[in-house]
């Protein structure tokens, strides 16, 4: 399928893991991508493997001044903005005796106010064509409530309500907003934290068995981003093989 030819897309976190992911994935339908990540490196190797006019650029989605510069880029190199896939997070591990102010802080930062940045740029730039794709990643542990993360569940919770809202906001410009709720996926982000020791456990909690892999996501964010998810908006959609049924 070519379902993104001749749009732009800009994907966050995309240096690797699910972002990356998603990145290649909307890459090989025909977009444009702007692989963007606090990796610079990264985000630049994940446009080179896309090819054609994709690039990458480095971006401290928590900083004002870092995400106005990604968007002056896209503006000057791409002309427009058609698809924004909100991968980028901090995935801590944190016991709540533990929990800081400053950690709290430290997360706070990049999944939520990160998340508010890029879609205050993204959709300023999408209401200009009357037309605009938002998928935002939140997490099935605001359901599940997943221990040793409360900031983390806190901000994911916060993701869906935002989109909700934003959905609400943006619907009149042909702009759709929703959000992946995906489960536990065997990324490098999480291979470098103890939650790479609850795959089994999750597994038995799973209606279908498995460990989940970045590519188990992307279609769901593929369609939600797509011209064919027109009608859909300010909905949650859980991708992670049955582990919460509500």
């Known amino acids: 399928m070519r379902r993104f030819e001749g749009r732009v897309a800009v994907v966050s976190g995309a240096a690797q893991g699910m972002g990356k992911a998603v990145a290649l994935r909307l890459g090989s339908e025909g977009a444009t991508v702007v692989a963007a990540d606090i990796n610079g490196a990264g985000a630049e190797a994940t446009a080179r493997e896309i090819g054609g006019k994709s690039f990458g650029h480095q971006v ?34 944190v016991k709540w005796d533990e929990l800081t102010f400053e950690e709290w802080r430290r997360v706070a ?41 409360a900031h983390y569940v806190a901000s994911k919770g916060g993701v869906l309500a935002f989109g909700r809202a934003l959905a609400t906001e943006l619907g009149a410009y042909k702009i759709t907003v ?6 536990l996926v065997d990324t490098e982000g999480v291979q470098q934290t103890p939650h790479k020791e609850a ?16 590519n188990d ?20 959609l859980n991708v992670d093989a049955g582990m919460v049924r509500y």
């Open 217 to 236: 996501i992307v279609p769901a964010v593929a369609f939600l981003a797509s011209e064919e998810a027109h009608w859909i908006t300010g909905q949650a």
């Open 109 to 149: 930062r990049v999944n939520y106010d990160g998340l508010y940045l890029m879609c205050r740029a993204g959709s300023d730039m999408m209401r200009k064509n009357n037309y605009g794709r938002i998928v935002n990643f939140g997490s099935n542990s605001m359901l599940a409530g997943t221990p040793n993360m």
């Open 199 to 214: 795959f089994g456990f999750v597994e038995m909690l799973q209606a279908i068995k498995g460990h989940g892999k970045p």
């Open 178 to 183: 929703n959000t992946v709720l995906p489960g």
């Open 60 to 93: 401290d989605i928590g900083d004002p001044d870092s995400v106005s510069n990604l968007f002056g880029a896209v503006a000057a190199k791409a002309g427009k903005l058609d698809v924004l896939v909100n991968v980028a997070a901090i995935v801590p591990f």
